[in-house]
């Protein structure tokens, strides 16, 4: 039986957020809220003409739904076309760019507001989109696929907060047709298709002859001598040596990565405040980020002892940091913690880290230089 008030539909739901509005508001309310009016108002005319509709748009946020998913993907593109026309004219500091979700779900609709898993995986998928960007669920990419003159890029399997199975997403591509499947076949006729014929038939005979040359004519060169990385790897110091690897973020949110990154970041330079150990540069240890490397081949290439990696989950108000310190020759864990802390705890937070770690590798220090580990600390901790 329906409830009373309000009933399920299936649509496209677009969602949207400006990237980065708390910091163009505290560098400028007054510029900010007259730009974000003037790209609000854009959006509400290209919406319109998309045969869409506006359910709800506080501050930065908007929402909006469509009938079709083909009109929201291209409402969401002419939006960041448009915005990104209208950004030329304005400071590289001061450019205002719109994150945008597309999603086709249930959802409940009650009066003039809609409600669900439908509407939130479309807010979910906004915060997966880059700044200017548009990300959308695989159920709407199943319905545009070929339809568009878009390309389509797979990230794979997102777990998002509040959403009990994983959302396949994908990044819309303006630039060129790249898709998870096969692309639809487009047909040529007439003597385009002769012409067409000539030319595939042209650059056979150039790779076949490439081909002759390259495994039976061409002289055979001796074999290459393989590097060995033990000899090009930095040499260990005598003293404790360590590198502080990119710590992983678990969010699930991209804008969380610069808050993982900067967890490492005062890492290095807490450990880095003592002449009694070692710390590779952030250049250095930040260059494995996201490669698929044992603990032994990173240890020797850096020329440390020992690797410190971990991750960072994030909820609100709350921080959960893990760590995880390694022995780069053999591979084996020799200390974790897991740490739980407000928000607010950061800073006091992070020197216990380096202290917890320097004690793990049997580094001494005076009671001078204990002191001397004091992070600088913002003024202002939403900021940063």
């Known amino acids: 039986m329906e409830l009373k008030g309000f009933h399920r539909k299936l649509t496209a739901i677009l969602s949207a957020d400006v990237a980065g509005y708390s910091r163009l508001m505290q560098d400028d309310e007054a510029a900010t809220f007259l730009t974000l009016e003037s790209y609000k108002q854009a959006f509400f005319d290209l919406i319109k003409q998309h045969r869409g509709r506006v359910v709800d748009s506080p501050g930065d946020n908007l929402l909006a739904e469509f009938a079709s998913v083909v009109d929201a ?68 990419f199943d319905q545009i696929e070929t339809k568009l003159p878009f390309g389509y890029e797979f990230i794979g399997e997102q777990t998002v907060k509040n959403i009990a199975k994983p959302v396949g997403a994908y990044r819309v591509v303006l630039e060129s047709r790249i898709t998870g499947r096969k692309s639809a076949r487009h047909t040529v006729q007439g003597p385009r298709r002769r012409i067409l014929a000539f030319g595939l038939a042209g650059a056979l005979m150039v790779i076949a002859a490439v081909a002759l040359w390259q495994f039976f004519l061409r002289p055979t060169p001796p074999p290459a001598e393989q590097a060995d990385l033990r000899k090009v790897a930095f040499p260990v110091p005598g003293r404790a040596s360590i590198a502080v690897l990119p710590f992983q973020n678990m969010t699930g949110d991209q804008q969380q990565e610069y808050f993982s990154d900067g967890i490492s970041e005062q890492l290095i330079t807490g450990l880095s ?76 937070l992070q020197d216990q880290i380096t202290m917890a770690v320097m004690a793990a590798v049997n580094v001494k220090f005076s009671v001078g230089e204990t002191a001397s580990l004091k992070f600088s600390r913002p003024s202002n901790l939403k900021a940063y």
């Open 73 to 140: 993907v291209q409402c969401a593109v002419a939006v960041q076309k448009e915005l990104q026309a209208r950004n030329t004219e304005l400071p590289e500091g001061r450019k205002m760019q719109f994150r945008i979700g597309v999603n086709l779900g249930d959802v409940i609709e009650e009066g003039e507001r809609i409600y669900g898993d439908g509407v939130n995986i479309a807010a979910r998928l906004e915060s997966l989109a880059d700044p200017g960007g548009i990300c959308i669920s695989k159920t709407a």
């Open 273 to 348: 405040q003592t002449p009694d150990i070692y710390v590779t540069a952030r250049t250095s240890s930040f260059a494995y980020k996201g490669r698929s490397m044992t603990a032994q081949q990173i240890a020797e290439q850096l020329g440390v002892r020992y690797l410190l990696e971990g991750s960072v989950q994030r909820d609100a108000d709350r921080v959960r940091i893990n760590v995880q310190l390694i022995d780069g020759r053999t591979g084996n864990h020799i200390w974790a913690e897991s740490y739980d802390r407000k928000f607010e705890d950061l800073f006091a």
